[in-house]
Nanobody
């Protein structure tokens, strides 16, 4: 699976952004999809997860209630709608695909996109 993330940018505190991750190469519906992020000087961390069918989701506590992950199997695309962004959300955001089906563990993800920068100014 090849993953291409897009949609990042520079926004202000309280703004919204929608990230997209387009997949190609294999059957998209076979994979659960996750979003992770890495801030400068910090380790990469889990943000959100969606199941193969799109029927189940999971979020990190830090983004729960503000971020929404969704998956369109017909378009081979996963989205991350980010509302009420805060400066601490500033990071490079990565989408990833796992054949495991349901995991927030990074090393269990088989494929990774290149990352898209999100910067939130105060």
């Amino acid at each position: 699976v090849q993953l291409q993330a897009s949609g990042g940018g520079l926004v202000q505190d309280g703004d919204s952004l929608r990230l997209s991750c387009a997949a190609s190469g294999r059957t998209f519906s076979n994979y659960a999809m996750g979003w992770f992020r890495q801030a400068p000087g910090k380790e990469r961390e889990f943000v959100a997860l969606i199941s193969r069918s799109g029927g189940s989701t999971s979020y990190a506590d830090s983004v729960k209630g503000r971020f929404t992950i969704s998956k369109d199997n017909a378009k081979n695309t996963v989205y991350l709608q980010m509302n009420n962004l805060k400066p601490e959300d500033t990071a490079v955001y990565y989408c990833a695909a796992t054949i495991m089906g349901w995991t927030t563990t990074m090393h269990e993800y088989n494929y990774w996109g290149q990352g898209t920068q999100v910067t939130v100014s105060s």
